[in-house]
């Protein structure tokens, strides 16, 4: 078995897609994943599959989602690697006075070229900052991700992918769960 993160994206967020998470965790044991566990109401959930890749249990539980709730919901999966990667190579976090809760990471459905920087055209997002990582944009925003245009429908259309986006303490949080293979604290 291996453990797998899926970031759902766009669930209870402004009373769209509302899913409990005690019946999103009831769906996905029913479709066959083990030691299903959440965090928080925006839809971090760990499984535990026999599928080693991570596309294809996001596809299975994007397809579970649809077939047993009526929601379209973009899923992106990450590895333990993933999220230690991003907490080794976020380099607003060398920064001298960071600010945490200006950090957000998107994580994003394929490995970007470093070039893709240039796509986002980040000079209209002045003063917000982003950087590119593999699978992970690291994003810093001046004022905050309520008043900002750089969102995940901006990456999303820009960088042909699905995006989904977290904020520097839940990144670190769900890296803890992952090495602690805590259970559900929703």
């Given at each position: 078995m291996?453990?797998?993160?899926?970031?759902l994206r766009g669930i209870n967020v402004s009373g769209h897609n509302m899913i409990k998470m005690d019946l999103l965790k009831t769906v996905l044991e029913n479709a066959g994943f083990h030691n299903v566990r959440t965090y928080i109401q925006t839809g971090n959930v760990f499984v535990d599959s026999e599928e080693e890749h991570g596309a294809s249990v996001g596809f299975k539980i994007k397809h579970e989602i649809f077939k047993e709730l009526g929601l379209e919901v973009p899923v992106v999966v990450v590895s333990k690697n993933d999220l230690e990667t991003c907490c080794k190579n976020n380099s607003f976090l060398t920064e001298k006075n960071c600010d945490l809760k200006k950090l957000y990471v998107?994580?994003?459905?394929?490995e970007l070229q470093g070039s893709a920087i240039n796509d986002l055209k980040m000079s209209q997002f002045k003063p917000d900052e982003a950087q590119i990582d593999s699978s992970r944009i690291y994003i810093?925003?001046?004022?905050g991700a309520g008043k900002t245009r750089l969102d995940?429908?901006?990456i999303e259309?820009?960088?042909?992918?699905?995006?989904?986006?977290?904020?520097?303490?839940?990144?670190?949080?769900?890296l803890e769960m992952f090495e602690l293979g805590v259970g559900s604290s929703t």
């Amino acid at each position: 078995m291996k453990t797998h993160l899926a970031l759902l994206r766009g669930i209870n967020v402004s009373g769209h897609n509302m899913i409990k998470m005690d019946l999103l965790k009831t769906v996905l044991e029913n479709a066959g994943f083990h030691n299903v566990r959440t965090y928080i109401q925006t839809g971090n959930v760990f499984v535990d599959s026999e599928e080693e890749h991570g596309a294809s249990v996001g596809f299975k539980i994007k397809h579970e989602i649809f077939k047993e709730l009526g929601l379209e919901v973009p899923v992106v999966v990450v590895s333990k690697n993933d999220l230690e990667t991003c907490c080794k190579n976020n380099s607003f976090l060398t920064e001298k006075n960071c600010d945490l809760k200006k950090l957000y990471v998107a994580f994003v459905s394929k490995e970007l070229q470093g070039s893709a920087i240039n796509d986002l055209k980040m000079s209209q997002f002045k003063p917000d900052e982003a950087q590119i990582d593999s699978s992970r944009i690291y994003i810093k925003y001046a004022i905050g991700a309520g008043k900002t245009r750089l969102d995940q429908k901006y990456i999303e259309k820009k960088l042909n992918v699905v995006a989904t986006i977290r904020n520097w303490n839940t990144v670190t949080t769900l890296l803890e769960m992952f090495e602690l293979g805590v259970g559900s604290s929703t």
